[in-house]
């Protein structure tokens, strides 16, 4: 039986006996069923509190006019670094959406990033902070003719178990939801996935694998691409289907061995706010090689970024990649209206 379901059996007693000692259980307990609303799962949250810590407060806030809502629980003890536990801002509002999105990718659109597994509608960016996006039915939609969303993130601290598998995630899709119905989203319910999965971090090195076993991938394209295979390519896939964006990230060669290391990276972004990703990029001459399509109703983009004299790969064999990764994206999104920019 867990802590906390034992300590809500046996509180009254207990405090009766020494209360003193089992105050900061049943602290945590009244924490963490009252936090955000009560849409924290219990179990996730003991298995994700770090040893010899407590949860300490948690705080909600929820503003109608603008389409938000925020909340978040803190810990202490002698080893925690970070005393956020969880934290989440959910967003209705486009221009609020946008800017979450541009503060994620501040080095042009080429940040760190990693899949949510079961292809949730997400990803994971910068310190392992997890997004997801949905459309909202009851909220129809804006001036411009396009489908309200509600964007979530949710962070966890970094002293947080995030290494336990499944937790992470079902803290997510559990707030998404609520967010969901607290702010009148309608969006149809999120499951968390079935497999327990820990949570990635896309500022580790990524886990590549042979050109061959990214097929059923997001990267599947890259399987055809026509890689010398003497040059020993692998894939990074950084990519699912449901996801606002995503990447591929290819190399070739061993760093450690001294040999120079060869990257392309294959990104796309969803929604009419990758058109500043893409501005930004021509304004500092970093890209060459780009595509736009139209997906949903909003703008589409996809770019490629490499180092410099690749062997075995010219120009030609650039822009032959790109083209094969966009179609390939629009094809599987029923996007239309693809333009190559080279």
Partial sequence: MRRWIKVSVAAVVVLGVGGYVAAPYVQDWRLARNAC?????????ERLTPADSRLTSEESRQIDGLG??????TLEGDEVR???????????????QDREFMGLFPEAGFSAQAPLPDGMPGFIGQYRTI???LDCPDLGKDDEGRQRKLLVNTWLGRDVNTGVPGAAYRTAVALTNSA???LGCGAEPLEAPKRDVALADPEEDPKTVPLLDAKDTACEWVTGAGL????????AVGANHSAPTGRCDLS????????????????????????????????YERLSLTATARCDGEAANYALDTSDDIPGVDEA???????????????RRGCSGLRFSF
């Fill in 252 to 283: 070739s060669g061993d760093e450690e061995s001294g040999e120079k290391v060869s990257r392309m990276v294959f990104v796309s972004w969803y929604g009419d706010w990758s058109n500043r990703l893409t501005a930004t990029n021509n304004q």
């Fill in 317 to 331: 064999a650039k822009q032959r990649m790109l083209k094969r990764f966009a179609e390939d994206e629009v094809s």
């Fill in 82 to 96: 970070d005393k956020r536990f969880v934290e989440m801002a959910a967003y209705t509002r486009r221009e609020d």
């Fill in 131 to 133: 997004q997801l996006l």
């Fill in 37 to 45: 609303g009560g849409a924290l799962p219990r179990d996730a949250v």
């Fill in 180 to 182: 969901s119905e607290k």
């Fill in 228 to 235: 010398s295979e003497s040059a020993d390519w692998r894939v």
């Fill in 68 to 73: 938000s809502y925020r909340c978040s629980l």
